[in-house]
């Protein structure tokens, strides 16, 4: 566990759109989670280093880059671009890289890479050490250093995404297809919310979280717009909700794509 500090930042502008009780307590909680997170960690022999490290501290080696620049103009720059600036694919630098990795780890991108590229039939057919030279060349042409040690599956873990100076991702953007798990309630004729949401994650590719039907909720409220159904059979549900978040954040609410209810209890 970490210490989410972009979650108190998000919440901390609901605080002052959502009254004083809720903020206050979501202030306590924040720091409850912190405390245990750190002990966690101390007590797991991960120490406060290990639990911090980022991609600002020097996590792939220089020749990672020139090899992974090689491999990189053989299997991706037809879709990605010489610049990584995306052609068919998508941008691998810049807003679109932050985006989809601000606050998630190196090995997530490992991961990504290693199963789904080169897109299409080609994916996951190259060597695994070919796939940490690419990573390294992509963090690389995202202006991170290069260190002593060289990137490893087993380095690549933990190892946070996050701009420089930054301690948490920022709040999703709004546009980002995101999910959020909460509970349901009628709020008016054909309006429904969803309360006690957790904060928004992105859409994953490879599949739900399967820990949605147990894990802690949080304190945000999402209205759902766009509801072209009635959801009256799932109030009172915790439901896993799945849409376009307005505002940055989700603050003005989610466009809803799908909703599952993950139990007939909430929270
Ligand atoms: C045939 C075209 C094609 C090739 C070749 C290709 N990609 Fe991609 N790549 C894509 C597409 C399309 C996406 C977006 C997929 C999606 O969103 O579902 C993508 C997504 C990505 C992403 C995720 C970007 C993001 O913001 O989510 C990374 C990283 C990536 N590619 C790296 C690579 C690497 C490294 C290679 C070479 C091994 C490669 N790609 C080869 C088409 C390609």
């Not at 439901?239 to 809803?256: A, D, P, Q």
Request: aromatic share 6%.
């Amino acid at each position: 566990m970490s210490c989410k500090q972009g979650r108190f930042v998000s919440s901390s502008r609901h605080f002052r759109q959502g009254g004083i009780g809720r903020g206050g307590r979501w202030v306590v909680l924040t720091t409850v989670l912190c405390a245990v997170g750190s002990a966690l960690a101390m007590a797991q022999g991960r120490g406060r280093g290990a639990a911090a490290r980022t991609v600002w501290d020097g996590i792939f080696m220089e020749d990672q880059v020139a090899r992974g620049a090689t491999a990189f103009s053989a299997n991706c720059v037809r879709c990605h671009g010489e610049q990584l600036e995306g052609i068919t694919g998508k941008a691998l630098v810049g807003d679109t890289f932050w985006r989809d990795f601000d606050g998630r780890t190196v090995q997530d991108l490992l991961d990504y890479v290693s199963k789904n590229m080169p897109n299409g039939a080609q994916a996951g057919t190259l060597a695994p050490d070919v796939y940490l030279d690419l990573v390294a060349f992509i963090l690389s042409r995202n202006d991170f250093p290069s260190g002593g040690a060289a990137l490893t599956a087993d380095s690549s873990v933990g190892v946070r995404i996050l701009r420089k100076g930054e301690t948490a991702p920022r709040p999703l953007p709004e546009n980002t297809a995101a999910t959020v798990v909460g509970c349901l309630a009628k709020t008016g004729t054909r309006e429904w919310t969803v309360n006690n949401g957790t904060e928004p994650e992105r859409v994953d590719p490879k599949g739900v979280n399967a820990s949605d039907a147990t894990r802690d909720l949080g304190n945000r409220s999402y209205p759902l717009l766009f509801v072209l159904q009635s959801l009256d059979k799932l109030v009172g549900h915790r439901v896993r909700v799945k849409g376009i978040l307005v505002g940055e954040g989700g603050s003005n609410g989610v466009n809803l794509t799908q909703i599952d209810s993950l139990s007939e209890t909430c929270p």
